[in-house]
C-alpha cells in the first residue's frame, strides 16, 4: 500500500493542534483541488458546492483540520477527528455517531496522484466534508453511526454496503439531473465523469433492500450507482427500522453481480 512499499502515516499536530505541510505538499493539495473544482463543475450537486464555501476551502494550502472542524461544528454542529489511515469498523462508527468525522491528515505523494488506496487528507476534507455542513446528510451520517454501534455484528457488512452507495458513491436527482454528492466520486478524477458521463454503469433508484442486496469493490469503478431524492430521503431511511429489512436481504440473497467495468480505476 501507498507508494515504495510503505504505508503512509497520519502526521502528528502541534501543541496549538496544528498539522505541518511542506511546500510540495500544499502544491499537490493546490493541483488536486484546482483540478477536481473544474472537474466537478456540472456534475456535483449545490450543497456540495455551498460546503466547499462554507469550509473555505482552497488552492494555497492544505487546509487545518482544526479550521475545517470551526467551520463545520458552525455550520451542523459536526466536527472532524484526526485518525491513522485505517481505524476498526467499531470506532469508525464511534466517531461518527458523536457528529464528529474520522479524517487522516497525510496526503498523497506525486507516485499516487491519480489514485490512492488509502483515504488521504484530499479525500476526507474535500470529498466528505462539504456535505457534512448541509443538515439533513449530516444528521443522517450520525444516526448511521449509532446505528451501525448498536446492531449486532451480522448486520454491520450489510450497513457498510449501504454507507458505500450513499456516502461514498451516491448520485441525488436535481432539477438539472443527476449529481454527485458521496465524497468517493467527488474526490475522483476519474470517476467522477465515468459515473456522469459513461453510459456504461447502472443508475438505480435508491432502495434500501437493493442496497443490502449489492456486493461491491473497491479495486474498480462502480458497475452500479443509486440515486436519492433527497438528503431527508436518507434520514428517514436511517431512522426507519432496517433490521427486518436486511433480513429479508439476506433471505433474498445477492444480487448478481454486475460485470466490472473495462476502466481502470483511479480517484
Known sequence: MGHHGSTYESKTPNSDGLYHY????????????TRQNQILEGRVCDE?????????????????????SERLFEATGFGVESVPAVIPPKDFFGILANRRFPAATFIRVREDFDYIKEPDVFHEIYGHCPMLTNQSFADYVQEYG??????????MWPLQRLFWFTVEFGLIKTGKGNRIYGAGLASSSGEAIYCMDSDKPTIMEFDPLSIFRTNYRIDIYQPIYYVINSFEQL??????????????????????????PPDHKTH
Request: net charge negative; no cysteine.
Open 146 to 155: 449509532k446505528l451501525a454501534l448498536s446492531v449486532e455484528r451480522q448486520y
Open 235 to 260: 434520514f428517514e431511511t436511517i431512522t426507519s427500522d432496517l433490521i427486518p429489512v436486511i433480513d429479508q436481504a439476506k433471505e433474498l440473497g445477492n444480487l448478481n453481480p454486475l460485470p466490472a
Open 48 to 68: 456540495f458546492v455551498r460546503g466547499r464555501e462554507i469550509l473555505g476551502l482552497n488552492n494555497r494550502k492544505v487546509p487545518q483540520l482544526k479550521e475545517v
Open 22 to 33: 511542506t511546500r510540495s505538499e500544499n502544491e499537490i493539495w493546490g493541483d488536486l483541488i
